[in-house]
């Protein structure tokens, strides 16, 4: 049940008079800029005002989008430091600020890029636009004994050994900040949303 306007702690300012939407993204552009200071203030504001579950759940979002692949550990464990923040949360006990104070601060002095959001972002407003996988132009080594087209083509393991299982690095650096910005301005001039990556224009049966 999606609760009333009045008790939707979100609806109404903080204890300090600010939106708490405004905070929320306060917090995260301060974090984007190492401003640690500014950004605990935001969580802390929040928090004291009853917005705790709405803050954490912004926070690790901002690991994901602006912290990325720079900071793996931190992306790695974020998991971890949020469930130990919960923890001393619920049982009252005041050890939650620092581990925010941790997490806030590792951000900050950390290394931080946003490909992770430019890289899906970009791919979902291509496929709203239209944009579709056609596996056929890779069929030397999508098509093996797993699949269907693979067995009716004969691959066996000789196949799967040599071609389907072969390793390969990645050497791309790319950011995806173009891709998105192109791709973004041609959703605009047609209407779509980033949603409109889930529309499809036909489903078959394939057994």
């Given amino acids: 049940m999606i609760p009333a306007r009045s008790e939707?702690?979100?609806a109404k300012p903080t204890l300090r008079g600010y939106s708490p939407y405004?905070?929320?993204?306060?917090?995260?552009?301060f974090l984007r800029r190492s401003m640690e200071k500014e950004a605990i203030f935001c969580f802390l504001e929040m928090e004291a005002s009853g917005m705790y579950p709405h803050i954490r759940n912004r926070l690790m979002t901002v690991v994901y989008e602006d912290v990325g692949m720079s900071n793996p550990g931190l992306v790695n464990s974020i998991n971890?430091?949020?469930s130990a923040m919960n923890e001393y949360?619920?049982?009252n006990n005041g050890a939650w600020r620092l581990v925010l104070s941790y997490i806030v601060l590792e951000i900050?002095?950390?290394k931080?890029?946003?490909t992770t959001d430019h890289f899906v972002c970009s791919v979902c407003n291509e496929m709203a636009l239209g944009y579709k996988l056609n596996l056929d132009d890779y069929a030397d080594f999508v098509y093996d004994m797993h699949t269907r087209?693979?067995?009716e083509l004969g691959r066996g393991m000789e196949h799967f050994d040599k071609v389907a299982s072969k390793i390969i690095e990645s050497n791309v650096s790319t950011d995806y900040r173009d891709a998105e910005n192109e791709s973004s301005a041609k959703m605009k001039q047609k209407g779509l949303t980033l949603e409109d990556y889930k529309k499809t224009a036909v489903q078959?049966?394939?057994f």
């Fill in 8 to 10: 939707n702690p979100m």
């Fill in 22 to 29: 405004d905070l929320m993204s306060a917090m995260q552009k």
């Fill in 80 to 82: 971890g430091h949020i």
């Fill in 89 to 91: 949360y619920k049982s």
């Fill in 108 to 110: 900050c002095r950390g």
């Fill in 112 to 114: 931080k890029d946003r």
């Fill in 149 to 151: 087209k693979g067995k």
């Fill in 204 to 206: 078959e049966t394939l």
